[in-house]
């Protein structure tokens, strides 16, 4: 029997949905495979010479209810399965927001930390030069994810433009703000959950000074840190890829961020400040009320998930809990406010950028910031009342909402639409 595929690990949400809402056996035969996933090598040029080529892809889920939106990651464990899987979230992901957008992401395949920045503006030139038919202002638009920043989003940008003959900012979100990017890009994803659990804090039973635990320090998990930490909340544990650190009276952020600036793993703040070293995947299972996954997927899984001390599981990362340990939390009660939701605020600020974009006027911070809260508040506070209404995880009814909204958008292409080819 062949082996599930991370893609059909996914579509186990989709089946969950769709027991739960009357759609057309259609409109599920659509969501299940991806619209197109190319594929590239990418060959560049080392600093000293010699060439090194890079697998490379770009998937397009869904475009019914828009161009395609999503973040082009680089890691060296990247693959094409990962990449559909990740674009699969994206269409439920931009529909849960109600966003003009269908769902799409990329990868290379690559340990960015082991080039020089003149060999990644290399590489992120030439996944533009080997995509540029597939993405478009219009068509594709791609974004930051992991391993990937604003200043390879610039570069992108500038290569792109290059192609075409002209200008176009819009191509691509989470630019720096001198290339038209928005202000507020930086620390959307992060600031988005923040102020979801805020809304939705007497729901959770959540008062007081929380205790939390974040898995992941990079750009959502420090983001995070700074926002509850902000509200006086007590930072006990976090976790990178060198290992994790935690402080029961609470971890100093201020060191923390000054390692990662000058290249270092958290738990190179060990044995100062009242810093222990933990064992990584000890972070799951440290005594805290809000457990912050803002790493990768499947990190919650059947064999930590009854670990779990947390009473909220609050997904940053994209795919953090995998099914099985969905289960196991429900079981225990740990509510999980789910990646389709909680990391939305990421792409939100991306449809504004592009939305400035395209009008060339530009927004202020509090702008951005009351228009991202209001669409967090309202799309959480639907998805929370569906859940309570139907007796079901606020994963379910986040896949519920965003599925009613797909299904209408299919069912309203018609039977001979381009859509369908
Ligand atoms: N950036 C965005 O706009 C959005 C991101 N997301 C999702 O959020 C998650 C994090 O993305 P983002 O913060 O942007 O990425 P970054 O590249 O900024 O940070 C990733 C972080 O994860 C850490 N990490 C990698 N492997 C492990 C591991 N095995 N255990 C613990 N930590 C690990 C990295 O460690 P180290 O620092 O040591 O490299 C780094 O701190 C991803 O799932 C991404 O898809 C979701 C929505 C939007
Ligand atoms: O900002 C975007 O367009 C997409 C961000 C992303 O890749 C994600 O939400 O997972």
Not at 202 to 212: D, N, Y
Not at 265 to 276: F, L, P
Not at 277 to 301: S, W
Not at 341 to 352: D, E, I, K, Q, R
Request: charged share 25%.
């Amino acid at each position: 029997m062949p082996e599930e595929s991370l893609l059909d690990s996914a579509l186990v949400r989709l089946d969950e949905a769709a027991r739960h809402l009357n759609v057309d056996a259609d409109v599920i035969e659509k969501l299940k495979y991806p619209r197109e996933t190319t594929k590239a090598r990418l060959m560049i040029r080392m600093d000293d010479g010699s060439r090194k080529s890079f697998l490379a892809w770009r998937c397009r889920y869904d475009d019914t209810r828009g161009p395609t939106k999503g973040g082009i990651r680089f890691h060296p464990d990247a693959t094409a399965e990962e990449v559909e899987m990740l674009a699969f979230w994206m269409t439920f992901k931009c529909a849960v927001m109600n966003l003009p957008y269908g769902g799409g992401k990329g990868a290379v395949q690559v340990d960015p930390r082991q080039l020089s920045k003149a060999e990644l503006e290399r590489l992120s030139r030439s996944y533009i030069q080997a995509f540029s038919r597939i993405i478009g202002p219009d068509r594709d638009i791609p974004a930051p994810d992991v391993y990937t920043n604003s200043m390879i989003m610039g570069w992108m940008a500038d290569e792109y433009s290059q192609i075409v003959g002209q200008g176009s900012p819009a191509v691509i979100t989470g630019k720096p703000l001198a290339l038209g990017g928005s202000v507020g890009r930086g620390d959307a994803t992060a600031r988005g959950g923040y102020y979801l659990v805020r809304h939705l804090a007497e729901e959770l039973g959540l008062a007081g000074k929380l205790r939390i635990a974040i898995q992941g320090f990079g750009n959502a998990g420090q983001y995070i840190a700074s926002l509850l930490a902000g509200d006086g909340h007590t930072i006990v544990a976090v976790s990178d890829s060198g290992g994790a650190v935690h402080a029961a009276e609470g971890l100093d952020l201020d060191a923390l961020m000054a390692a990662k600036n000058d290249g270092h793993s958290v738990v190179h703040t060990a044995g100062r400040h009242g810093h222990q070293a933990i064992a990584a995947d000890e972070l799951v299972g440290v005594e805290c009320d809000v457990l912050v996954p803002a790493a990768l997927e499947n990190m919650i899984h059947k064999h930590n998930a009854h670990t779990v001390k947390a009473r909220l599981v609050l997904e940053l990362a994209n795919g953090p809990v995998t099914p099985e340990a969905d289960g196991i939390l429900a079981d225990r009660n740990v509510v999980v406010l789910p990646d389709i939701l909680a990391n939305a605020g990421g792409v939100t600020v991306s449809y504004f950028e592009w939305v400035q974009n395209k009008q060339g006027y530009y927004w202020g911070l509090e702008e951005i910031h009351t228009k991202l809260r209001t669409i967090m508040e309202r799309e959480g506070r639907a998805i929370w009342q569906l859940s309570v209404d139907r007796g079901v995880t606020p994963r379910t009814a986040a896949y519920v909402h965003a599925l009613s909204r797909l299904a209408e958008a299919i069912e309203a292409h018609g039977t001979q639409s381009y859509f369908d080819s």
